[in-house]
């Protein structure tokens, strides 16, 4: 939503809450599957906006694509086949790839003209586009789980919009039980779980659908992200095995190039605070 002083604002009214980012609308469209709107703000750069929803500033993406991305690759011993579902800017793709150890990377996102528009406006998030490890997939990120070989991924990141309209299907058990199928053994999946302190019923949720999808544990981790209701994000890792500890040097040949990452915040990433503990044991 835009007034007339040029603030974009997004209105939670679950939560009463709301929040702006001043700037003005360069582009907008309807896709067949979504609407898309670009706006240049005064201090956080390009804002992409889907459906009404904050999805990507410049100012700020770092904090979700390399928490998307690198605790789950540093953990999996092995990571060489990666899927990542949605993902359509293409931030979470450019982070995998500066894993010397990933072999083959798939981003299937449903709705091109997000990647386009990436393209245009967020393009140093693309700039992993043209890797030969890379694959660009346009579609149905349901479908093309559910039809991957067995055993064939070792890590599987959903990196989707609100479980509302196209990312609706990404957060039930029949899709969990899609990616356990396609991970090899020792194999990881994460996906974005929202805020548990905006979203709780949601958080805890999709923990116990992971579960009864046949996934042994549920690992949550925790990080900023100021342009999301409430400024504190999560994603939860689900897999068969117990978590193996951190590879401490996973990210020392390129460590210089982030911005929040590092061994110090993958481990306090983890740490799970007791309103998430009180959340997830409640009736």
Known sequence: MLNADQWFTEVDESAASAFSLKGRRVHAEQTPFQHIEIYETERWGYLMVIDGCTMVSTRDNFFYHEMMSHPVLATHPKPEQVAIIGGGDCGTLREVLRHAEVKQATQIDIDERVTRLSEHYFPELCESNDDPRATL??????????????????????????????????????????????LADGGLFIQQSESPLMHGPIFKAMGEAMREAGFATTTPLFFPQPIYPGGWWSATIAHMEPLPAARSTATDAFESTLQYYNVQTHAGAFAVPPLVKRLVSSD
């Not at 609100?162 to 058990?173: H, K, Q, R, S, Y």
């Open 137 to 182: 997939a346009f579609d149905d990120g349901i479908a093309w789980i559910k039809n991957a070989p067995a055993n064939s991924l070792d890590v599987i990141i959903v990196d989707s919009t609100d479980p509302i309209g196209p990312a609706e299907g990404l957060f039930n058990v029949a899709f969990y039980r899609s990616c356990r199928e396609a």
